[in-house]
């Protein structure tokens, strides 16, 4: 490990490095927070790629083999239909762009960027090499907003709003007590996108603790999440951090106070948010230690750019017996974009949306060779292929939601990723 000299913006150093590089990823707390995301990592240079690999394959890919997170670490995503390697689920049409199941690489190198401190540690069996280029200065890549045509959804009002009429029956007569609908957009970008620059319009746009970019020579993932799925520490330390509850910003400060007041009284939102924090605590106690699993907080109010949400934290400890797949099984989808009770709530969404959600809804970020991991949950997130685009964005449905209110809330999430690609949601 070396500390690199000064101080540079994750962006630029991505910009200054990977312009020529065919993959590379950039985990970058765009937001930071210092309780809640306080680095960024780039991690770049030869990759060694795993795509799509079996459950055995995963699960010797993320066997421990070394003492500290990031020599050896892996760095990609997870995606929703995974969930069929740990359930038999009903399948669904596939998704307008197809992207593997799993994607997860090895790099040379990897920057670790502390927010709070201004340094860099380069962790490198090459670092003389990336030394040599660390610049000065560098700049950050000049946001591009990009021109969507043909845009369309797989849902349009009237079927959401009666869809999810139809889920309030259903948790009425006693099937499930939650279920969280989606719907996707996609269509074909009028100029060809370039993802850094994408990225970096993305981040002004809707800066996020958990915003990421995945660059590969056949898709481009551009993220900016505000929701951590789990992470794992050196102790065994698990933590998840569900969101359940939102509320869009006001357009003035009176509004917006409003609304966050509104939220933080909402019965409806918090018990919401109190059915996922009790599924997570469900899925915790399979992989942890008897009686460790505990509510650190409940229905936290946070602020983000365009959505106000409630967010609880979880937190057990992990059996020593439990290996990084045994924690996927577990816990695998997030439950806060399924709904509870999870099998049951999963069958709904794939009956009422018809279609594979793909990396939405799944987990991205980094599993670290000494059995580590810090993974968001893939929302409010643009995946990129050729010249088409898709996006997708949903709520959770409960027994007193109101299908237009829940319509809004959908418009409100896809906000940034509707101004970002130049269309109206409401109109698809």
């Given amino acids: 490990?070396?500390?690199?000299?000064?101080?540079?913006?994750?962006?630029?150093?991505?910009?200054?490095?990977?312009?020529n590089e065919s993959s590379y990823v950039l985990l970058h707390s765009s937001r930071t927070d210092e309780t809640y995301a306080t680095r960024s990592i780039l991690a770049f240079g030869a990759p060694h790629i795993q795509n799509t690999p079996s459950l055995e394959t995963l699960a010797e890919t993320l066997k421990p083999s070394a003492e500290t997170p990031w020599d050896g670490a892996w760095f990609g995503y997870v995606g929703y239909e995974l969930k069929h390697a740990f359930e038999t689920l009903a399948l669904t049409a596939p998704s307008p762009l197809a992207l593997p199941n799993v994607w997860l690489a090895q790099f040379a190198h990897v920057m670790v960027f502390d927010h709070a401190n201004q340094s860099v540690e380069l962790h490198s069996q090459q670092a003389d090499d990336v030394l040599r280029h660390w610049p000065a200065a560098a700049n950050a890549p000049t946001p591009q907003m990009l021109e969507a045509k043909n845009a369309q959804s797989n849902m349009h009002k009237s079927e959401y709003l009666s869809k999810v009429q139809a889920i309030i029956e259903d948790i009425h007569a006693g099937r499930y007590y939650q279920a969280n609908l989606t719907r996707k957009f996609f269509?074909?970008?009028?100029?060809?996108?370039?993802?850094?620059?994408?990225?970096?319009?993305?981040?002004?746009?809707?800066?996020?603790?958990?915003?990421?970019?995945?660059?590969?020579?056949?898709?481009?993932?551009?993220?900016?999440?505000?929701?951590r799925f789990l992470s794992v520490n050196a102790q065994?330390?698990?933590?998840?951090?569900?969101?359940?509850?939102?509320?869009?910003?006001?357009?003035?400060?009176?509004?917006?106070?409003?609304?966050?007041?509104?939220?933080?009284?909402?019965?409806?939102?918090?018990?919401?948010?109190?059915?996922?924090?009790?599924?997570?605590?469900?899925?915790?106690?399979?992989?942890?230690?008897?009686?460790?699993?505990?509510?650190e907080e409940i229905a936290t109010l946070h602020s983000f750019a365009n959505v106000h949400h409630l967010i609880s934290k979880i937190a057990g400890q992990k059996r020593e017996d439990v290996t990084m797949v045994d924690v996927l099984r577990a816990t695998f989808p997030p439950g806060s974009m399924t709904g509870a009770p999870k099998i049951a709530a999963m069958q709904a969404c794939a009956q009422y949306e018809g279609m594979d959600r793909g990396v939405y809804s799944g987990a991205l970020g980094w599993f670290g060779a000494n059995g580590t991991c810090d993974l968001s949950v893939v929302i409010r997130t643009l995946i990129l292929q050729g010249s088409c685009f898709e996006f997708q964005v949903g709520g959770g449905i409960v027994a007193d939601s109101k299908p237009e209110a829940e319509w809004l809330e959908t418009l409100a999430k896809a906000s940034a990723l509707a101004k970002l690609l130049d269309i109206d949601a409401g109109s698809l």
């Fill in 1 to 19: 490990m070396v500390i690199l000299p000064h101080w540079l913006e994750p962006l630029a150093a991505a910009n200054h490095y990977c312009t």
């Fill in 187 to 227: 269509g074909e970008l009028a100029t060809p996108p370039q993802p850094l620059s994408v990225f970096a319009a993305l981040c002004e746009l809707s800066p996020a603790p958990f915003s990421a970019l995945i660059v590969t020579p056949e898709f481009s993932i551009l993220s900016s999440s505000p929701e």
């Fill in 236 to 295: 065994g330390q698990i933590i998840s951090e569900p969101i359940k509850g939102s509320a869009p910003r006001g357009k003035t400060e009176e509004t917006d106070q409003r609304q966050l007041e509104n939220l933080k009284q909402s019965v409806k939102d918090n018990a919401e948010n109190l059915m996922i924090v009790d599924l997570i605590r469900h899925d915790l106690a399979r992989i942890c230690k008897a009686g460790s699993v505990q509510t």
